[in-house]
């Protein structure tokens, strides 16, 4: 069968001209407030992560030696990893271990209250060249789950790092182009605590929004 004459006639002149641009997967951020204020502090010492993977399930109905499949419910998998340098003082994976303290208190063996611990404004963000956001995930109820080993060796001589791994409710995903913060957000998942709801208002004392004030700013 013969190529159509539009992908026949194509030469690597049009193919530019076809795809114009391409994402990068090094223009990214992250914002995690809580954390650090800065999100520029915060995305220079983040290494590695991901954008969330998004699925359907399937709902098989038999017909005779057939099955018609249907959409069935979204597979949120509700974990999110990030691999960050350390730095000298470990300020930054403190903070974290500190967050994991909220959810459960190894020296009290006490478990928090959801609202202390479980976070709605982590956000990563991809970027174009030009600095716009142009995909935008917000996590809700994010909390940290494991905060990973750093390798020490004598015959190392690159730098320390350290992965984090968190658990989410589900997320919001904003994928305009010109990434406006009033618009609205495609939710995922089942009702729950909106992308502007403000944290701080519904939790009190001794909530994530502490554990910067408490470890200090990353990196002074």
């Known amino acids: 069968m013969p190529f159509p004459s539009d992908v026949e006639s194509m030469n690597l002149y049009s193919f530019r001209q076809t795809i114009r641009d391409v994402s990068r997967p090094y223009l990214f951020m992250i914002e995690m407030h809580n954390i650090d204020t800065s999100t520029a502090k915060l995305t220079a010492f983040a290494r590695t992560t991901s954008l969330p993977k998004y699925s359907l399930s399937t709902i098989d109905i038999p017909f005779q030696s057939q099955k018609l499949k249907l959409a069935g419910p979204a597979n949120i998998e509700g974990t999110w990893q990030v691999e960050f340098l350390c730095d000298e003082l470990h300020t930054l994976r403190?903070?974290?271990?500190?967050?994991?303290?909220?959810?459960?208190?190894?020296?009290?063996?006490?478990?928090?209250?959801?609202?202390?611990?479980?976070?709605?404004?982590?956000?990563?963000?991809?970027?174009a060249r030009n600095g716009a956001r142009i995909a935008q995930y917000q996590f809700?109820?994010?909390?940290?789950?494991?905060?990973?080993?750093?390798?020490?060796?004598?015959?190392?001589?690159?730098?320390?790092?350290?992965?984090?791994?968190?658990?989410?409710?589900?997320?919001?995903?904003?994928?305009?182009?010109?990434?406006?913060?009033?618009?609205?957000?495609?939710?995922?998942?089942?009702?729950?605590?909106?992308?502007?709801t403000d944290l701080a208002a519904l939790a009190g004392a001794q909530n994530i929004n502490e554990v910067t004030g408490t470890i200090g700013n990353n990196g002074g």
């Open 140 to 196: 809700i109820g994010l909390f940290p789950t494991s905060v990973g080993e750093i390798q020490l060796s004598h015959e190392e001589q690159g730098y320390a790092k350290f992965p984090v791994e968190f658990a989410y409710d589900y997320y919001t995903i904003d994928q305009s182009n010109s990434f406006d913060v009033n618009s609205s957000a495609f939710q995922i998942g089942a009702t729950g605590i909106g992308a502007t």
């Open 94 to 127: 403190n903070k974290f271990l500190s967050w994991t303290q909220l959810g459960f208190d190894i020296q009290r063996l006490q478990a928090g209250a959801p609202v202390s611990y479980k976070y709605d404004l982590a956000k990563v963000v991809q970027l």
